[in-house]
T-cell receptor, first 113, second 111 residues
């Protein structure tokens, strides 16, 4: 596989469920990101990992929990979500120094019921 | 307070025409500027960086006006495949946390 992959592509979960989103990059990058994209809103950066270390957490609620076991894999663990968390969740990667040139995965379309 | 503002459109443009749209930013300390393209139901992809002197990549020209704090994107001889949402991205430096995305301008090229 090439580029940035994400699974699952679609997810429907209830507010009491626990699920995880997975992201994998095959580009040899050393930085990975989680973004949230909601309708009629700009892309919102949620988490940044540089060299597997989390460097930013933009005031994201604790019901979102990231995990980065290595520089190629990134997870977003979800629990007790709210309906307003329904959105497209995009993973991206880049070289740390070229953080502006990000390669995005296809995203996971999440619906919270 | 909107940090990066774009006209959401849609811009409906006939094939072969020239189209231009702007993006304004509020942070005067912004350092770097980019245009990303996002096709319907797809992920964003970097289209081009915007240099102070302006830059051209084929049919696409990007320009920066620091005094007025806006960036523009011009597309000449538009193709059907140019239909997409164009995201303006502004960086205040300091890594990915300094990137601010606009909501995007939706462009539809009509045959």
């Amino acid at each position: 596989e090439t580029g940035v992959t994400q699974t699952p592509r679609h997810l429907v979960m209830g507010m009491t469920n626990k699920k995880s989103l997975k992201c994998e990059q095959h580009l040899g990058h050393n930085a990975m990101y989680w973004y949230k994209q909601s309708a009629k809103k700009p892309l919102e950066l949620m988490f940044v990992y540089n060299f597997k270390e989390q460097t930013e957490n933009n005031s994201v609620p604790s019901r979102f929990s990231p995990e980065c076991p290595n520089s190629s894999h990134l997870f977003l663990h979800l629990h007790t979500l709210q309906p307003e968390d329904s959105a497209l969740y995009l993973c991206a990667s880049s070289q740390v120094r070229q953080y502006y040139e990000q390669y995005f995965g296809p995203g996971t379309r999440l619906t919270v019921t | 307070r909107k940090e990066v503002e774009q006209d959401p459109g849609p811009f409906n443009v006939p094939e072969g025409a020239t189209v231009a749209f702007n993006c304004t930013y509020s942070n005067s300390a912004s350092q770097s500027f980019f245009w990303y393209r996002q096709d319907c139901r797809k992920e964003p992809k970097l289209l081009m960086s915007v240099y102070s002197s302006g830059n051209e990549d084929g049919r696409f020209t990007a320009q920066l006006n620091r005094a007025s704090q806006y960036i523009s994107l011009l597309i000449r001889d538009s193709k059907l495949s140019d239909s997409a949402t164009y995201l303006c991205v502004v960086s205040s430096g300091g890594g990915a946390d300094g990137l601010t995305f606009g909501k995007g301008t939706h462009l539809i090229i009509q045959p």
